[in-house]
């Protein structure tokens, strides 16, 4: 009985070094798959979305889309987006605010085939032909300009996903919106990156 008892340990203590390796092996073969961009996860193996806007990638983004100017919206000129998306979605985000990522704007369920955003979109939750807007960091619904306080510059990304669903209609707040998003909602993403200081 008692080598029956040992038997039976001996099982179990292998099975759960089994489960042990199998637990510590699958987190580093997903993590391998998709990177991290500020608050959002994007899967490395899609297609890459072509961003541009009035400011070169990398650049100083102009003092007419943030607090200290005229606080427009960014244009945004998409292309390159593949066919098997739903809806497109814009985040942008403050990499450098302090304590945290600062969340500046979510634009999302924009039309897959949207070529434009034109700078200056109403600060509204839905606007016609170009879609819905979230409630930014400042608390505001739409698009919030960059506003860091003085000194250094702050990064500001700017992501575009090609999504395949909807994401439909939301009143939750723009962090909650993004975390909404699954690395298996995305079938594309673009990067668009912008300087400015206080």
């Keep these: ?4 008892i040992g038997y039976v340990i001996t099982a179990l203590i292998l099975v759960i070094a089994i489960v042990m390796v199998v637990l510590l ?3 580093t073969r997903h993590e391998e798959s998709y990177i991290i961009i500020g608050l959002v996860k994007v899967p490395t193996n ?3 979305i072509i961003v541009s806007s009035v400011f070169s990638n990398g650049s100083q983004i102009p003092i007419n889309y943030t607090c200290s100017g005229l606080n427009y919206s960014i244009p945004l000129y998409i292309s390159n987006v593949p066919s098997n998306a739903k809806s497109l979605m814009v985040i942008m985000e403050d990499l450098n605010a ?3 990522v600062f969340i500046h704007w979510v634009l999302y369920d924009a039309p897959p085939n ?4 034109p700078q200056g979109i109403p600060a509204q939750y ?9 409630i930014n960091d400042f608390g505001k619904v739409g698009y919030g300009g960059p506003c860091p306080p003085p000194g250094p510059p702050h990064e500001y990304v700017i992501i575009v996903l090609a999504l395949n669903r909807e994401l439909l209609p939301s009143s939750e ?3 909650d919106l993004v975390r909404s998003v699954n690395v298996g909602d995305v079938v594309g993403y673009g990067v668009l990156i912008g300087y400015y200081g206080g």
């Design 1 to 4: 009985m008692n080598m029956r």
């Design 25 to 27: 092996i699958a987190p």
């Design 46 to 48: 899609v297609p890459r």
């Design 98 to 100: 302090p304590g945290s």
């Design 114 to 117: 949207i070529t434009e955003l």
């Design 126 to 134: 839905y606007v016609p032909g170009i879609g819905y807007q979230g």
């Design 173 to 175: 707040s723009d962090f």
